[in-house]
């Protein structure tokens, strides 16, 4: 069978110009030989489509004179002892604090094991990696590079998709919101609610190992003037706090009547059913009443629901996604790599699963920046001991690719067209 595409291997190749920007490697050792070696083992490698460039420093001295000039620099591989017996060490201290570098990868690479302890030096201080120079083979270091600089690229990528700005149909706006607008389609989503005529696809949500269905999410859309439009449109354009409590609760009561439908067709498991929310008003007290109520309504478990939070939603209801998290709700962050959320509030947020964007799902296999992302992004989720699924997916080579990552949920037209419901 053809391996597709994204796995195939390329031999090493050296690009040039600016579409090929060298990855700055700084090699910090006192032994000349050392660079001698390392330049011939580095000569030709290549990591993603760019060449390595390998600097050399032979002192701590020389590497803080350096750095200061390239703050760029991806992966440093340094000795302990050089002009002083902890010179390395406070080199690796003069990048972290005072430079305030956390980016750059350092590898000690050290001579002398009995002047700087592994253990130790692990605990003690921020490194990426530590090896005895007696055991590298010219295979290893090759390797210790590349999986360095893979790391840097992750930690790059993701610093860049944080910046990216949010979807167009979020900040619809550009200023305040416009009032008169704001009136008119807010009678239009109470009429919507009246006569109850807003519409929900349902899209399929399939574990990516067993090819089994495991939750279906609402893809509301509202009628109005303006056309039919989708939660994320209505939040841009109005933040009346009534009205949109009123649509989440419309739309609790519609995802456990789904849910229910589900339980009563003989489904096993019956699959969980995704919602968004809308209001950003609501106390944690409220939202925690509506799910109860809309729980109870249907005679539904917690099991049966999943809530879905943009990162500064989750944030403000904190409580009420613990207290419905104990219901058995799962929680799902929605947009991540749109919004800054960094690692600490993560791992506060504490969610069930994180969603990867379309943005960073469509043609993954073609667009190298957005599978480094996204496969950051999986991997982040199962260091955290949370599930991680992805959005849009649309042909059979980006589904092969989430399989192959190890992605545990996915959804879109390669797996499951959405279905009026």
């Avoid at 006192?30 to 000569?43: K, N």
């Avoid at 649509?247 to 096993?268: F, H, K, P, V, Y």
């Avoid at 939603?313 to 058995?328: I, K, M, S």
Wanted: glycine residues 6%; hydrophobic residues 45%.
């Amino acid at each position: 069978m053809t391996a597709p595409s994204w796995l195939r291997a390329e031999p090493p190749r050296t690009l040039t110009g600016p579409q090929a920007p060298p990855w700055h490697v700084l090699l910090v050792d006192d032994a000349p030989e050392i660079h001698e070696v390392t330049r011939l083992v580095l000569a030709d490698a290549a990591f993603a489509g760019r060449p390595i460039e390998l600097s050399s420093a032979l002192s701590a001295a020389e590497a803080r004179a350096y750095l200061a000039a390239h703050p760029g620099t991806a992966l440093i591989l340094l000795d302990v002892v050089m002009e002083a017996d902890d010179a390395g060490l406070e080199l690796v201290r003069h990048i972290r604090d005072t430079l305030g570098d956390h980016d750059v990868q350092i590898i000690l690479r050290t001579g002398q094991p009995g002047m700087a302890p592994e253990r130790e030096v692990i605990t003690r201080y921020e490194i990426n990696g530590y090896f005895l120079k007696t055991e590298l083979t010219a295979q290893k270091l090759t390797s210790i590079v590349v999986t360095g600089l893979r790391t840097y690229e992750t930690i790059m990528a993701l610093r860049r998709a944080r910046t990216l700005a949010t979807l167009p149909a979020i900040n619809d706006t550009d200023g305040p919101i416009d009032r008169e607008r704001e009136r008119n389609l807010r009678a239009d989503l109470e009429a919507a609610l009246r006569a109850d005529t807003w519409i929900v696809h349902a899209l399929p949500q399939i574990d990516l190992a067993s090819s089994a269905l495991k939750g279906v999410e609402m893809k509301p859309v509202w009628p109005t003037k303006e056309g039919a439009l989708p939660p994320e449109r209505i939040a841009a354009l109005t933040d009346d706090p009534a009205l949109l409590l009123s649509l989440d609760e419309a739309m609790l009561r519609r995802a456990c009547m789904i849910a229910r439908a589900c339980r009563d067709s003989g489904e096993t498991p019956a699959p969980r059913v995704s919602m968004p929310l809308l209001s950003k008003h609501s106390s944690d007290a409220q939202l925690i009443a509506m799910v109860k109520a809309s729980l109870a309504e249907a005679k539904l478990h917690g099991d049966a629901l999943d809530l879905q939070f943009s990162g500064a939603l989750l944030d403000a209801r904190r409580e009420a996604a613990r207290a419905l998290q104990a219901l058995g709700v799962s929680i799902t962050l929605v947009d991540f790599g749109l919004e800054r959320i960094s690692l600490l509030d993560l791992q506060a947020l504490r969610p069930n699963r994180i969603k990867i964007h379309s943005k960073f799902v469509s043609d993954v296999t073609h667009q190298h920046e957005r599978a480094v992302v996204a496969r950051a992004i999986v991997a982040l989720a199962h260091t955290l001991g949370v599930s991680a699924i992805a959005d849009g997916v649309s042909d059979s080579e980006d589904l092969q690719f989430f399989r192959w990552e190890g992605c545990d949920l996915g959804q879109g037209d390669a797996l499951a067209a959405a279905r009026r419901v």
